[in-house]
């Protein structure tokens, strides 16, 4: 079925959803094909997402979410600096509030990128960047970006190791292979998946 990213259920009888075909806020959350959540109703894991602000969620291929991972967005921000922390300004009859927007520390878009894998009830803060191929484990917080092929865990989250060589984790970035047509994904599926250092590093 990797051939179709557009079907909801791709695993029968998991609750393993791909993302994209089941987001009705396209505006807000963009997802790559072939991203799962292992659980229903995706969506409702983005929390904060309040139209009033400019930012997105952006998540790229082939990511790995597991169940109860959470995405908050800047909706979360309260004004911490005046004497109350209460946000009166969406509230109906408080609208008449000044709204120094720069105060609320709007972090912008969070981004996931591909082949990102998010372990259990992981939460993921506002304008967090998360490299390709990153690893996140369950539980995590993750309040600061993680580079690329890294592996964070904690509360907050914090790398403790990378998962390869600096000379292969350049030459992943650099082929990019989950842009590549999927035939060819296909063909070379056994390296991606498992091959030695010298067999990836020979992939173009």
Known sequence: MLENPNIKFPVKNTGITYIKPTIKNK?????????????????????????????????????????????????????????????????????????PEQKLNI?????????VWIGQDARILPGVKIGDGAIIGAFAVVAKDIPPYS??????????????????????LKIKWWNWPVKKIKANLDIIAHGSEKEILKLK
């Open 27 to 99: 505006k807000k959350i963009i997802v790559g094909d072939y991203s799962y959540y292992a659980d229903k109703d995706f969506e409702k894991q983005v929390t904060h997402c309040y139209p009033w602000y400019k930012e997105k969620l952006i998540i790229g291929k082939f990511c790995a979410i597991a169940k109860g991972a959470q995405f908050m967005m800047n909706g979360a921000n309260h004004l911490v600096d005046g004497a109350s922390s209460y946000p009166f300004h969406i509230f109906k009859n408080w609208e008449h509030i000044s709204w």
């Open 107 to 115: 972090k912008g878009d969070t981004v996931i990128g591909n082949d």
């Open 151 to 172: 592996i964070a865990v904690g509360n907050p989250a914090r790398v403790v190791k990378k998962r390869f060589s600096d000379k292969l984790i350049k030459h992943l």
